[in-house]
T-cell receptor
Framework: AQSVTQLDSQVPVFEEAPVELRCNYS??????LFWYVQYPNQGLQLLLK??????LVKGINGFEAEFNKSQTSFHLRKPSVHISDTAEYFC????????????FGRGTSLIVHP | EAQVTQNPRYLITVTGKKLTVTCSQN?????MSWYRQDPGLGLRQIYY???????DKGDVPEGYKVSRKEKRNFPLILESPSPNQTSLYFC????????????FGPGTRLTVL
């Protein structure tokens, strides 16, 4: 079984400032890792994913995340946010074999102020 | 346009009245799934389907049924809805070779009185 902890339920930040959204996971097996974004009144959209290889993963809209196996973390970062980045962000994990059931974190609300 | 559609988008019903939420995708995806989203709990998978006539339980299947008679459609059935099924529901689909990249529908907000 896996679990995902998103350490901040809400992150307020000013426009053009850097941001980091934190995600830690727990699993007894190897996992794939994902970040999704949900804009108001919309479904989720995949931002980026880590399957294997380089631990630094680049996604859409200028976001990136780094997989740290020793700290079981997959934090999401952006060097300069825009108002349009205001949304809910979800971290998720899925076992690499067997179960196709992903486990999502509870979400972090990113609020970008002008 | 490639998309996942859900109907209805909003539904208010009463306890015990059977309902169906439809989900359709036009991307020829093998994999489809249903999630519910509740405040403070994130998304939890209800059921998923790897292909036509193949369905499996997710984390929270109790009180729900699904069917996959056609590749494009994956309806969610609540035979006897209860207030604890009030939630925001999302359907998603993905290619069998790229299940990790799921495409989500716009959501169905269900209220059971």
């Amino acid at each position: 079984a896996q679990s995902v902890t998103q350490l901040d339920s809400q992150v307020p930040v000013f426009e053009e400032a850097p941001v980091e959204l934190r995600c830690n996971y727990s699993s007894s097996v190897s996992v794939y890792l994902f970040w999704y974004v949900q804009y108001p009144n919309q479904g989720l959209q995949l931002l980026l994913k880590y399957l294997s290889g380089s631990t630094l993963v680049k996604g859409i809209n200028g976001f990136e995340a780094e997989f740290n196996k020793s700290q079981t973390s997959f934090h999401l970062r952006k060097p300069s946010v825009h108002i349009s980045d205001t949304a809910e962000y979800f971290c998720a994990v899925r076992a690499t074999g067997g179960s196709y059931i992903p486990t999502f974190g509870r979400g972090t609300s990113l609020i970008v102020h002008p | 346009e490639a998309q996942v559609t859900q109907n209805p988008r909003y539904l208010i019903t009463v306890t015990g009245k059977k309902l169906t939420v439809t989900c359709s995708q036009n991307m020829n995806h093998e994999y489809m799934s249903w999630y519910r989203q509740d405040p403070g709990l994130g998304l939890r998978q209800i059921y998923y389907s790897m292909n036509v006539e193949v369905t499996d339980k997710g984390d929270v299947p109790e009180g729900y049924k699904v069917s996959r008679k056609e590749k494009r459609n994956f309806p969610l059935i609540l035979e006897s809805p209860s207030p604890n099924q009030t939630s925001l529901y999302f359907c998603a689909s993905g290619r069998q070779g790229a299940i990790n990249e799921q495409f989500f529908g716009p959501g169905t907000r269900l209220t059971v009185l």
